[in-house]
Each structure stands twice: as C-alpha cells, then as structure tokens.
C-alpha cells in the first residue's frame, strides 16, 4: 500500500525514483535510472559524483579505481592545485561511499540464512528466511511439532528465490544486514538447515516444549 499511495510523510520505505545506477556511456560512467548490475545506490548526488572519478573499464569493479586516484591526489597536492585537489578529494570520498554500500549489497546477495527472534505470542517465533538478496518467507513457528511445517514451508520458499536486489525489499534488506552484523541479544542467526531452525528457536523463546529434542549447535558463522 505504501508503494502505491506514497504517502507523503514516509521516509523509510523505498522510493523507486530515489534510486540509481553506474553505467557506461562511450568511454565514461553516468548515473542513470535504468537498471545495471553496479546498484542500486540511494544517493543520485552521491553516484554522479563517484561517476566521475571512474573510467569506463573500471565500472566492473568501482573499488579498483580508488589507488590511482589516490596517487593521482596525492600528485596533484604536490604540484600545489589545491582545487583541483579538493574537486578530486570529494569524488574519492563519494565513490568509498559507494564501494561500501556495493560491498554490502553483494553481501547481502550471497548471504543464506535465518533470523529466528520471539514472536508477540508466548511460546511462539518468527523465522525470516534470507536468501538470494531478500526475505524469501517469514514464518510464525508455533509450539511443538507444528513449527516443522512452517519450516519446511520458509525453506521451500528460499529454493524459488533468484539472486536479485529489487527495490521493493531493498530497504527492508538493509534492515537485516544490520541484524546481521551487530545481531541484538533476543536474535539467533543460524543456516537454512531445519534442525539448526528448531534449535534457534529454543534459544530464542526458552518458553518452548519440545516433543522430541534433536542436540544441535547454533552458530552465526558462515553465513556470507
């Protein structure tokens, strides 16, 4: 509903205007709104800026530019054009902003696994299963062996997945990345492996009576 209304006061859901792209056009880099591997990125200034420190045979990898650069300022402050020093200054700053948040989008894509966290309901979880560059399911696991069904269902919704960051899940998958790198205490990130699932959520809600107990470690390793 928010991406069809577009209410004016949200700032936290994607706006599809909002984002962009690197692209080649001849022998330069341009920001452009039309889809390419090199994004999405949700500064436009930030993106033409960083555009124009790049050659277009740097465009594949961004980060690879940044050494030349860095010796092309260094040269330029030597020869004392402080301007133009300060022009190149800012670009390299836009485009390590950039390369961060690239790195983190092909994090994200490579990253496979689940977030299982207490639901409102005593004795119950939720699941958020992760793969391919989105949440591919969340599943509400219940006491006892119903949360096997539920499993399998989140599992099964992970096989269908293709490796893509839209922009629809683009901001909610930030959300979790950040999850993911500084996990809060009620959080337990384990594999797509059902047993390592069941042993989460007893981790994560104590509450929960098992009818059988399978011994399983949870670990958060491994995950990217």
Excluded: W
Excluded at 14 to 25: H, S
Excluded at 125 to 151: K, N, W
């Amino acid at each position: 509903m928010i991406e069809e209304l577009r209410p004016p006061a949200n700032a936290l859901v994607a706006r599809p205007e909002r984002y962009v792209y690197l692209k080649r056009r001849g022998d330069s880099v341009v920001a452009s709104r039309t889809p390419t591997p090199v994004g999405p990125l949700r500064s436009h200034r930030r993106a033409q800026v960083a555009a124009r420190a790049l050659r277009a045979d740097e465009l594949a990898h961004p980060a690879c530019a940044l050494p030349r650069l860095r010796r092309k300022l260094r040269d330029l402050a030597d020869a004392r054009r402080f301007e133009d020093a300060g022009r190149l200054q800012d670009r390299i700053a836009a485009l390590e902003r950039v390369c961060r948040e690239l790195d983190r989008l092909a994090r994200m894509r490579r990253a496979r696994c689940c977030l299982v966290v207490p639901a409102l309901e005593p004795g119950f979880a939720r699941a958020y299963f992760v793969t391919g560059g989105r949440i591919a399911s969340v599943r509400t696991l219940p006491p006892g062996d119903g949360a096997h069904l539920e499993i399998e269902a989140g599992l099964a919704a992970c096989r269908h997945v293709p490796v893509t960051v839209t922009l629809t899940c683009l901001e909610e998958l930030m959300v979790i990345e950040s999850f993911l790198r500084k996990p809060p205490p009620e959080l337990v990130i384990c594999p797509l492996d059902k047993e390592r699932i069941l042993a989460a959520r007893r981790v994560a809600n104590p509450r929960v009576v098992e009818t059988r107990h399978v011994p399983v470690t949870v670990t958060s390793t491994c995950l990217f």
